[in-house]
């Protein structure tokens, strides 16, 4: 689709055999009533639970139908990007074009052929730039890729399982749009104390080094210092000047310099990677922190959460499966921007003595189980 509308769609009932049907595009003369006539028609495809239609990530593209024109589907019964998945997990990526390069070469390297085309002047990426001449054979590869994938995959994955898994999509989809919102007030308190524990660290970090220049930040500069000035390689088992958090942990048994550099380290990622990064999610998002949910890519099964997928911004996501520990920062997000109230309305209501908190654990796992 382009920004606003869709352009085409394709359509592949075997191998070798694909079509594309355009609704729109500034190349192709296309009236309104045609236009209408052919979304009508392809609503009516759509909404017809009988024919059985495969999608690659369709959670996007059923969605898209219903706010771009209006239309419902039914029949989805398979998703080829968690075919792909469930049937080769230890692979890392699952989407057409890197399916096509490792499974599929003749089809290898299909979508950067309309690159050139979409990709304006100032980075941005709208199909609509893209010469149907262009356009109609890199939408009739995707459709015949996702067949391939169909054909090879469908008698070796439990489609039960893939159900679960298209089911899930359109929950985490709508999970996205509504992370966390960041405390502004404790982030800004925050914000000032964590610098000066930094600083405070770095001054005993240099009394140690005896070296004002000194940088916590190099490891080079870090192991001169370990193992050549304090000398504490002769505690480990093999000859090596790592400064993994790992050998500092073993170490800080014998010096204070390794434990304080791992505190420096663990300080400056909560600066930089989780304060910067949460208020730039925050300020992006309208306050709240966003981040993209991945069910595909942990050979564990587990979900994946950051990255960016094909087409998003990816401006200000994070990891939200990697909040930090520390009581500091996890007091910076809450559910509800009106917490205070909230809070202020429950001391103030002297007979709560305390608030309880249960979790079970894996408690979900387990409801999925039963079911």
């Not at 006539?37 to 690659?56: C, S, T, W």
């Not at 100032?122 to 001449?133: C, K, N, S, V």
């Not at 050998?247 to 990622?269: D, I, N």
Request: proline content about 5%; charged content about 30%; some cysteine.
């Amino acid at each position: 689709h382009g920004k606003h509308q869709v352009l085409c769609n394709g359509f592949c009932y075997k191998p070798g055999y694909a079509r594309t049907v355009y609704f729109a595009h500034n190349k192709i003369k296309i009236s309104e009533k045609e236009r209408s006539r052919r979304i009508e028609y392809f609503g009516k495809f759509l909404a017809d639970p009988k024919v059985e239609k495969i999608f690659h990530y369709g959670s996007s593209d059923t969605v898209k139908y219903q706010e771009l024109l209006g239309l419902k589907t039914r029949g989805y019964t398979y998703d080829t990007n968690y075919a792909e998945y469930l049937r080769y997990p230890h692979r890392r990526r699952f989407g057409l074009a890197e399916i096509a390069k490792v499974r599929f070469p003749e089809f290898a390297g299909y979508k950067d052929i309309v690159q050139p085309y979409a990709k304006g002047k100032d980075g941005d990426i709208d199909f609509g730039r893209i010469p149907p001449g262009v356009l109609t054979p890199y939408n009739c590869a995707d459709t015949d890729v996702c067949k391939r994938v169909e054909k090879t995959t469908e008698k070796k994955i439990s489609l039960p399982l893939l159900q679960v898994y298209i089911h899930c999509a359109y929950v985490l989809n709508a999970a996205e749009a509504k992370g966390p919102f960041l405390d502004y007030k404790y982030w800004s308190k925050v914000k000032k104390l964590i610098p000066s524990r930094i600083k405070s660290l770095e001054t005993k970090l240099k009394q140690i080094a005896g070296n004002p220049d000194f940088n916590p930040g190099s490891p080079p500069q870090v192991a001169k210092i370990i193992y050549d000035k304090l000398e504490l390689g002769k505690y480990l088992k093999k000859d090596t000047r790592t400064t993994a958090k790992e050998t500092l942990e073993l170490l800080a048994e014998h010096h204070e310099f390794p434990s304080l550099e791992t505190e420096w380290r663990g300080l400056s990622k909560m600066d930089s990677t989780y304060l910067d990064g949460y208020k730039l999610s925050a300020d992006t998002y309208e306050g709240r922190l966003r981040t993209i949910w991945w069910l595909t890519g942990a050979i564990t099964g587990r979900l994946r959460s950051g990255g960016k997928k094909e087409g998003s911004e990816g401006e200000g996501i994070v990891n939200m499966q990697n909040l930090h520990k520390d009581p500091l920062l996890m007091n910076l997000l809450v559910s509800d921007p009106f917490w205070y109230k909230l809070f202020q309305d429950i001391t103030a209501y002297r007979s709560l003595k305390a608030i309880y908190g249960a979790d079970y654990s894996q408690i979900e796992v387990r409801v999925l189980a039963h079911m």
